[in-house]
Each structure stands twice: as C-alpha cells, then as structure tokens.
C-alpha cells in the first residue's frame, strides 16, 4: 500500500512558476514509476507527465513540454513538478499517482492516486 499526499498548488500569475511535491508513504517509493496528472473542471484526467523508477528516463506531455520537469529522490520518496512559464489553461487540481509498470501514460497504469492539489492560473 502507497499513500500520496500532494503539496505545491495555489495560485499564481501567466508566466510564473510553481513546484508541487508529493510525498509518498511506506519503504517501496522506488519500486513505482511515478506520474503527475491534472483535472480541469468538466474535462477528464490527463497525463502530464511520468518518471520511471531509477529517475533515468522521463516522458511528458506534448503541453507542457519544455516547460514542466518531473523529478524524484528516492531517499525523501518524494517526486516533484517543476511548473514554469504557467498558462492559465495549465489550471487545474493535480494529482500524482504510483504505478508498477511498465505503461505509464494512462490513469489505468496507476496503482495509488494522491488527493490533489489545486494550481490556478491567472491570466
């Protein structure tokens, strides 16, 4: 059993940067990819962005690439969201997730979803 707790999110003008956290319970962080997704109002969730255990290889969406980066360290069991250069259609609670494997960008790949956090940007 993982448990995930989103952290990061608020509100922030067009062109700003966030970095959500999410920090992950229990001894087995490393053996899970993790991903970030988010969920605007009325639409469903969609991937952003996944890092794959050993934090060698990492995939984004076509949306945000360039602008956000994945990370992880296995030692706090923690995986980031670097956000930068935010759009207000960036808006929405995100939610990262730990998955098995090996498929990684779909929400049926994932095992455990955190609660959510809220980024909100303003135009």
């Known amino acids: 059993q993982v448990q995930l707790v989103e952290s990061g999110g608020g509100l922030v003008q067009a062109g700003g940067s966030l970095r959500l956290s999410c920090a992950a319970s229990?001894?087995?962080?490393?053996?899970?990819?993790m991903g970030w997704f988010r969920q605007a109002p009325g639409m469903e969730r969609a991937f952003v962005a996944a890092?794959?255990?050993?934090?060698?290889?990492?995939y984004y969406a076509g949306s945000v690439e360039g602008r956000f980066t994945i990370s992880r360290d296995n030692a706090k069991n923690t995986v980031y969201l670097q956000m930068n250069s935010l759009k207000p259609e960036d808006t929405a609670v995100y939610y990262c997730?730990?998955?098995?494997?090996?498929?990684?960008?779909?929400?049926?790949?994932?095992?455990?979803w955190g609660q959510g956090t809220q980024v909100t940007v303003s135009s």
């Open positions: 997730a730990a998955g098995s494997g090996p498929r990684i960008g779909d929400t049926v790949d994932y095992d455990y």
């Open positions: 890092i794959v255990r050993s934090g060698i290889s990492t």
């Open positions: 229990g001894r087995t962080f490393s053996r899970y990819a």
